[in-house]
Nanobody, 126 residues
Framework: EVQLVESGGGLVQAGGSLRLSCAASGFTFDDYAIGWFRQAPGKEREGVSCISSADGSTSYADSVKGRFTISSDNAKNTVYLQMNSLKPEDTAVYYC???????????????????WGQGTQVTVSS
């Protein structure tokens, strides 16, 4: 059974930083992409960033380019999202998700992702 557990959320002032972690387990496939998504109150879930298991290539939403960095530690089966220069509009529940069998196709569209974690709250105060 695939399990994804997010951690690292919290309350931070604008301009601050947080690092989110997504611990993954139960994979029986080695071709996948892992993405980070977020959902603010009253808004739809949106893609933030994703990374390919094949070659480590990455993709970012325009709203976070230059501020957020996604990375993976395969030995620990963990994907990270380093978030710098945080803004109040980054406030949301952040989720990680796995797109199975399509490591070559990096997308931030939620419909392509097969497994989801429970989320971690990030709150940025002004």
């Amino acid at each position: 059974e695939v399990q994804l557990v997010e951690s690292g959320g919290g309350l931070v002032q604008a301009g601050g930083s947080l690092r989110l972690s997504c611990a993954a387990s139960g994979f029986t496939f080695d071709d996948y992409a892992i993405g980070w998504f977020r959902q603010a109150p009253g808004k739809e879930r949106e893609g933030v960033s994703c990374i390919s298991s094949a070659d480590g290539s990455t993709s970012y939403a325009d709203s976070v380019k230059g501020r957020f960095t996604i990375s993976s530690d395969n030995a620990k089966n963990t994907v990270y999202l380093q978030m710098n220069s945080l803004k109040p509009e980054d406030t949301a529940v952040y989720y990680c998700a796995v797109e199975k069998g399509r490591s070559w196709y990096l997308t931030l569209e939620t419909d392509y992702y097969d497994y989801w974690g429970q989320g971690t709250q990030v709150t940025v105060s002004s």
